[in-house]
C-alpha cells in the first residue's frame, strides 16, 4: 500500500498532470492531431488558475479549519505526540545538520508544549516516508534537534519505524501504551489533522487536536495573485491531502470521510 500510494500520487500530482497535458499536446500537434491545441490551452489554463486565483485556499482551508486548537485551557495533560514531516532526512544527514521544511511549527510547537507540561510523556513518531530512502529516517535527526531546541532527548519515546499517518498511530500506540482517560496531544499541521486524528480514533487512541503549520488566512476573501509556485505547492498538498482522506476512507483506516471534532 505505501509503495502503491507513491507511485500513483507521482502521476495524479497537480503539476504532473498539468505538465503531462502540455507535453502530449504539443506532441500531438507536431503530427497535425487538431486535439492537441485544445490539451495545450487546457494546460495553459490551469497553470494561470493556479498562478492568479486562490485555487489551493479553497481547497485548503476546509481541511485547516476543521479542528481548531482547544478553545480553554487544558486542566492536565497526560502525553504529547508529535507526527513526522517536518525533517527531510536525506538532507540532514548528507549535510550533518538538521533540515526542516515548511511544516517546521510541528517541531518547534512540541518543544514548547514538552516544557509546558513537563510531566506529560513524548513521543516522536516519524521513519522515512521516501520510496528511494528507506534507511534515511526522521527520528534520529528529530533526536539531535530537539536536544539543539533545550529538550531532553531522553524524556521523548521516538518511533522510527513508521512511513505515513495510519503508521505513525498504530507503531506509536504499541509503544506509549495509552491509558483510557488520559488527555494526549496531537501536534501536526492544520491541514493534516483531519486524517490524523482519524487515524487515531481508528487505531482507538482518541487524541486533543493541537493544529499548527498554518498556510492560510482564516479569511482572506477572493485574493488575486500572480504567483505560480505558491499557488502550485499549496494546491498539491491540498490535493493530496484530500486523496489521503478518501483512499484511507476507503480502505478503512478512517472512520469517516472528513473527521470531525
Known amino acids: ?29 507536431a503530427f497535425g492531431r ?32 476543521r479542528f481548531p486548537p482547544p478553545a480553554e485551557a487544558l486542566a492536565r495533560v497526560d502525553g504529547i505526540i508529535v ?26 510547537a512540541f518543544a514548547a508544549l514538552a516544557r509546558h507540561w513537563p510531566e506529560a510523556r513524548l513521543v516522536f513518531t516519524g521513519g522515512s516516508g521516501a520510496l528511494l530512502e528507506p534507511g534515511a529516517a526522521e527520528a534520529p535527526v528529530a533526536r539531535s534537534l530537539l536536544g539543539e531546541l533545550g529538550l531532553d532527548p531522553a524524556r521523548v ?21 495509552p491509558q483510557p482517560g488520559q ?23 482518541p487524541v486533543v487536536a493541537w493544529p499548527v503549520d498554518y498556510r492560510t ?4 476573501g477572493f485574493a488575486l495573485r500572480l504567483d505560480l509556485s505558491w499557488g ?8 493530496k491531502e484530500w486523496i489521503g482522506l478518501a483512499a484511507y476512507r476507503m480502505i478503512g483506516r478512517t472512520s469517516s470521510l472528513l473527521p470531525a471534532p
Open 1 to 29: 500500500m505505501f509503495v502503491l500510494s507513491k507511485l500513483l500520487w507521482a502521476l495524479v500530482a497537480p503539476g504532473t498532470l498539468l505538465v503531462s497535458l502540455l507535453v502530449v499536446g504539443l506532441g500531438a500537434q
Open 34 to 65: 487538431r486535439w492537441g491545441r485544445a490539451w495545450v490551452w487546457l494546460a495553459a489554463a490551469g497553470f494561470v488558475a493556479l498562478a492568479v486565483l486562490p485555487v489551493g485556499d479553497w481547497l485548503m482551508r476546509p481541511l485547516e479549519e
Open 83 to 108: 507526527l513526522g514531516g517536518a525533517i527531510n532526512p536525506v538532507l540532514s544527514l548528507a549535510r550533518h545538520q538538521p533540515a526542516l521544511n515548511q511544516a517546521a511549527d510541528r517541531m518547534t
Open 157 to 177: 519515546i521516538f518511533e522510527d519505524g513508521s512511513r505515513n499517518t495510519y503508521e505513525n498511530a498504530v507503531l506509536s500506540k504499541a509503544l506509549a501504551s
Open 183 to 205: 488527555i494526549w496531544l496531537l501536534v501536526t499541521s492544520a491541514w493534516h489533522m483531519p486524517r490524523a486524528v482519524g487515524v487515531f480514533r481508528q487505531a482507538g487512541w
Open 217 to 220: 488566512l482564516p479569511d482572506s
Open 232 to 239: 502550485l505547492d499549496l494546491a498539491t498538498d491540498a490535493v
